[in-house]
Nanobody
Framework: EVQLVESGGGSVQAGGSLRLSCVVS????????MGWFRQAPGLEREGVAT???????RYADSVKGRFTISQDNAKNILYLQMNSLKPEDTAMFYC?????????????????WGQGTQVTVSS
C-alpha cells in the first residue's frame, strides 16, 4: 500500500517561504504522477503543482513563478518550495500519488493522499 506523509507547513508572514516535503513509501514516485494540491475551508481541493514520470511540471496560474515542485527519486520524496507567500495561499496542502504517469492535473486521478500539512500566511 502506498503511504504519504507531508511535513513542512507552518505559519509565516506574507513574503515568506516554506518548503513542504512528502515522504512516500510502498511505491516508486518516479513512475507515477505526483502532485501538490490544497484546500481552503469551504472550497474544493485544487491543483497547485504536479510532476509526471517524465519530469514535466505544471503549475496553477496563481503560483507560477513563486512555487517549485521537485522530487528526489532516490529518497522517494516530493517537495514544494514556496516563495513570496501570500495570504491567499493559506490552506491545507496535500501530497497525492497518482494512478497515471502523465496528464497529472486532475485530482480524481490520485487514489492516494497524505494527511495534509497546514500553511497559514498572515498579512
Amino acid at each position: 500500500e502506498v503511504q504519504l506523509v507531508e511535513s513542512g507547513g507552518g505559519s509565516v508572514q506574507a513574503g515568506g517561504s516554506l518548503r513542504l516535503s512528502c515522504v512516500v513509501s510502498g511505491y516508486s514516485i518516479s513512475s507515477r504522477c505526483m502532485g501538490w494540491f490544497r484546500q481552503a475551508p469551504g472550497l474544493e481541493r485544487e491543483g497547485v503543482a504536479t510532476i509526471d514520470s517524465y519530469g514535466k511540471t505544471r503549475y496553477a496560474d496563481s503560483v507560477k513563478g513563486r512555487f517549485t515542485i521537485s522530487q528526489d527519486n532516490a529518497k522517494n520524496i516530493l517537495y514544494l518550495q514556496m516563495n513570496s507567500l501570500k495570504p491567499e495561499d493559506t490552506a491545507m496542502f496535500y501530497c497525492g500519488f497518482g494512478n497515471r504517469w502523465r496528464d497529472c492535473w486532475s485530482r480524481y486521478e490520485y487514489p492516494y493522499w497524505g494527511q495534509g500539512t497546514q500553511v497559514t500566511v498572515s498579512s
